[in-house]
């Protein structure tokens, strides 16, 4: 036997037998002293978590048994990181409840550290079970035994570890609570093996109440009242709505405002599909120019961050009102004039009650009407691109491809580069739908994962995903759980046999001739899909395109279109980073 092969038998053999002592203890409780996975259990279901998602681990087991008990569903990845993003979907499309992922200990932890770090800068509630080796052991070096929770720290809300069996549900009901409170975030829970295992008295211990931890409240009157006479003095208002809008699920509200006053609206981040995209005050593609002519700018959930140039692209005399969750986030990078916080669309109900009661009326039509007709003239200065027979296809054609066969109940997941920037600017967001990308921290390989829970909580919707080549690569295998779970998920591959969006500056920089580690090959993606078990189709030709994506939806099956794309290394027109 090599040395190789005896380390791996010795770790084996210490998983055996903690695994062993373990099982020793859970069958030894009677069945009214259960173990706690199964108190876990309970209060997931007291918070109202219908699916958690992992990948099969010893040391977490007992809560996959207690999840049986309590009739939720446990969706089983190939990955942890996709475990998590799934965790980060799910809390996305269920406003107010978290998404749950069960990682095992040690690599499994930290194999989800990703996807809990994009859940934090996107400020997703989601709750993270992580296992640990005994706690009678702890320090003694037992199979995966590392810090956790220093680990996860620096990325969630709350981090922490729970010692006694008994306070298992306690522990449930914070991190739940610090999630969906103020601004959401992750959680991570840790529970030793032998805690997690441990007896405990199901009828003696009670369980924690849950609630609707979300911010309600609205700001003061009097603040209310300044910014309302701010937005009453403006020439050329302009809102710009963003991801603290949905967490407030204020999206009938801004509606509400935006028909009060029709002044344009631009969307980023998860306030994507809060107003229709046939909205009159919906526009998309003439941002920047609205913004450096704004005299006021109503940010409604949108940070001043790197999307913003950190305030930068606003107008130094222009005057902010920001409406946000938590104090703390306005005025970051640059000063606002009038801070509102509270929950958004309590806010905006309340500032289109306020205008609407005022002598003063605010009717900015005539500057969206200025906006629109410039829309207009961008949209058809790109339809040749959009209507390109070009081969390799163009990309805008693609884009314009899958936008014709989105319908108005699809969820649209964005997953990529170059190609997703592009499809956001030409896919109408489903009006009884949603569109779901990665946010602020750009993580690539959400896609699937994304997917599937999307597919998993609303069966009756068809769900696409619009992929680029290289993040196909990250968490493509997740096809594997589509089949195995019957989720009939649709993908597309934008393939341009490069890291697009890395490529075209690198040679815009240093030249053609100094091209590295951005190019990749033209993949049959397709292929691998078929080999999981799903549906594949390969694409050259423009006219292909639609003709594929129909069979796609119509297999039935987990699919994927590999469509070949023209590959630009046009030079840089500016960063993204600064």
């Not at 549900?169 to 805690?195: N, Q």
């Not at 053609?512 to 189709?537: H, I």
Request: net charge negative; with cysteine; aromatic share 6%.
């Amino acid at each position: 036997m090599s040395e190789q092969q005896r380390a791996q038998a010795r770790v084996s053999e210490q998983q055996e037998n903690e695994m062993s002592e373990t099982a020793r203890r859970t069958r030894s409780v009677t069945e009214s002293q259960a173990h706690g996975g199964k108190l876990a259990a309970k209060a997931l279901k007291a918070a109202g978590v219908d699916c958690v998602f992992t990948l099969s681990g010893g040391h977490v087991m007992g809560i996959y048994d207690g999840c049986l008990d309590e009739g939720i569903d446990i969706v089983d990845v190939r990955h942890e990181q996709a475990a998590v993003h799934a965790a980060d979907a799910w809390a996305r499309l269920h406003p107010g409840k978290v998404g749950v992922a069960v990682l095992t200990a040690g690599p499994g932890v930290t194999d989800g550290v990703t996807g809990v770090a994009n859940a934090w800068r996107a400020n997703s509630p989601i709750l993270v079970f992580g296992g640990q080796g005994p706690f009678r052991h702890a320090g003694r070096g037992s199979l995966q035994e590392m810090d956790h929770v220093s680990l996860m720290r620096p990325v969630t809300k709350w981090s922490g570890a729970c010692a006694d069996t008994r306070r298992i549900a306690e522990y449930v009901e914070l991190a739940v609570r610090t999630a969906l409170s103020g601004v959401p975030g992750p959680s991570f829970l840790e529970i030793p093996m032998d805690v997690l295992h441990g007896p405990v008295d199901l009828d003696a211990v009670m369980l924690p109440r849950f609630r609707d931890y979300r911010v309600a409240s609205a700001a003061p009157p009097e603040v209310l009242g300044a910014a309302a006479e701010l937005i009453v003095g403006a020439a050329t208002p302009v809102v710009m709505a963003g991801t603290s809008l949905k967490w407030s699920e204020g999206g009938r509200a801004l509606a509400s405002f935006l028909d009060a006053t029709a002044i344009p609206c631009y969307v980023n981040g998860m306030a994507r599909g809060e107003i229709p995209w046939d909205h009159p005050s919906f526009l998309s593609l003439t941002r920047s120019e609205a913004l450096a002519g704004a005299d006021v700018v109503i940010l409604a959930g949108t940070p001043l961050d790197f999307r913003m140039k950190f305030g930068r692209a606003i107008p130094a005399g222009a005057r902010i009102v920001q409406l946000d969750l938590d104090e703390t986030l306005i005025g970051q990078n640059r000063a606002a004039d009038v801070g509102l916080v509270g929950n958004l669309g309590a806010n905006l109900d309340a500032l289109t009650e306020l205008l609407k009661a005022s002598d003063a009326t605010v009717d900015a039509s005539a500057h969206l009407s200025v906006l629109a007709a410039r829309e207009a003239e961008l949209d058809a200065a790109r339809a040749v691109e959009l209507n390109s027979d070009e081969v390799p296809i163009d990309p805008l054609r693609l884009c314009r491809e899958i936008a014709d066969a989105v319908t108005d109940d699809m969820i649209v997941i964005g997953d990529g580069g170059d190609i997703v920037a592009q499809a956001s600017k030409v896919i109408r967001v489903p009006r009884r739908g949603t569109w779901m990308d990665p946010g602020p921290l750009g993580t690539l390989g959400v896609g699937m994962p994304f997917a599937l829970a999307a597919q998993k909580a609303h069966p009756d919707k068809r769900v696409l995903i619009v992929y680029g080549d290289g993040s196909f690569g990250l968490n493509g295998f997740e096809y594997d759980t589509a089949v195995r779970f019957g989720l009939p998920i649709v993908g597309v591959v934008g393939n341009d046999a490069a890291w697009g969006q890395m490529l075209r500056p690198q040679a815009g920089l240093y030249g053609q001739d100094r091209v590295v580690a951005t190019e990749l090959s033209y993949t049959r993606y397709d292929k691998v899909v078929e080999a999981l078990g799903g549906y594949g189709e390969h694409v050259t030709e423009p006219d292909q395109i639609a003709p594929a994506l129909q069979r796609a939806f119509g297999s039935g099956l987990p699919a994927l279109v590999n469509v070949e794309i023209r590959q630009d290394r046009g030079a840089m027109k500016g960063s993204t980073y600064v």
